[in-house]
Antibody, heavy 120, light 107 residues
Framework: QVQLQESGPGLVKPSQTLSLTCTVS??????????WNWIRQPAGKGLEWIGRIYASGNTNYNPSLNGRATISADASKNHFSLRLSSVTAADTAVYFC????????????WGQGTLVTVSS | SYVLTQPPSVSVAPGQTARITCGGNNLGRKSVHWYQQKPGQAPVLVVYEDSDRPSGIPERFSGSNSLNTATLTISRVEAGDEADYYC??????????FGGGTKLTVL
């Protein structure tokens, strides 16, 4: 079973770039067996898919983010990362990293989530 | 973009059956997945591909999907089932889509 752990600053200033990392165990970010996803949840609201990266480096993003999200992976550290630029208060949320098996569409492993607050 | 619609809340007495719906255009043609999320915790997959259960999920959780509505059914509801439930699909135009979530209250 894949295990995931998010890390990164809990406070980001408006207009700056949010950066988070997800450390993976029990699976390889370069192995080709999984999609590696980022999902967020504002307080009291629902889940929003941000995007995914696949072993080859292919990425897909939620169009609603208007190109502000970038997901990358580092095979040497077995982690993948999210950068979200030009943040506003609306980006304040709990951010989850999660994995799904290649060839399936359900998300079957989740990190515990990390709260990121956008405030000056 | 593809939209999934869930009722904001469902209430049920212990021991009874809870049914949580998820509506979408031609939803019956897609694979629907369901997640349970308790306060302060990450979501947990409870049903995938309309009606399959991951290992460790009680048989009390079941799912169905037809036409424009998918349903998560929880039989013999327990206090520990109180949580938010989200449906999710993959859509060729919208990619990963979640419903707005349903808060299940056990009376």
């Amino acid at each position: 079973q894949v295990q995931l752990q998010e890390s990164g600053p809990g406070l980001v200033k408006p207009s700056q770039t949010l950066s988070l990392t997800c450390t993976v165990s029990g699976g390889s970010v370069s192995g080709g067996d999984y999609y590696w996803n980022w999902i967020r949840q504002p307080a009291g609201k629902g889940l929003e898919w941000i995007g995914r990266i696949y072993a080859s480096g292919n990425t897909n993003y939620n169009p609603s983010l208007n190109g502000r999200a970038t997901i990358s992976a580092d095979a040497s550290k077995n982690h993948f990362s999210l950068r979200l630029s030009s943040v506003t208060a609306a980006d304040t949320a709990v951010y989850f990293c999660a994995s799904s098996d290649v060839g399936t569409t359900e998300i079957d492993s989740w990190g515990q989530g990390t709260l990121v607050t956008v405030s000056s | 973009s593809y939209v999934l619609t869930q009722p904001p809340s469902v209430s049920v007495a212990p021991g009874q059956t809870a049914r949580i719906t998820c509506g979408g255009n031609n939803l019956g043609r897609k694979s629907v997945h369901w997640y349970q999320q308790k306060p302060g915790q990450a979501p947990v997959l409870v049903v995938y591909e309309d009606s399959d259960r991951p290992s460790g999920i009680p048989e009390r959780f079941s799912g169905s999907n037809s036409l424009n509505t998918a349903t998560l059914t929880i039989s013999r509801v327990e206090a520990g089932d109180e949580a938010d439930y989200y449906c999710q699909v993959w859509d060729s135009a919208s990619d990963v889509v979640f419903g707005g979530g349903t808060k299940l209250t056990v009376l």
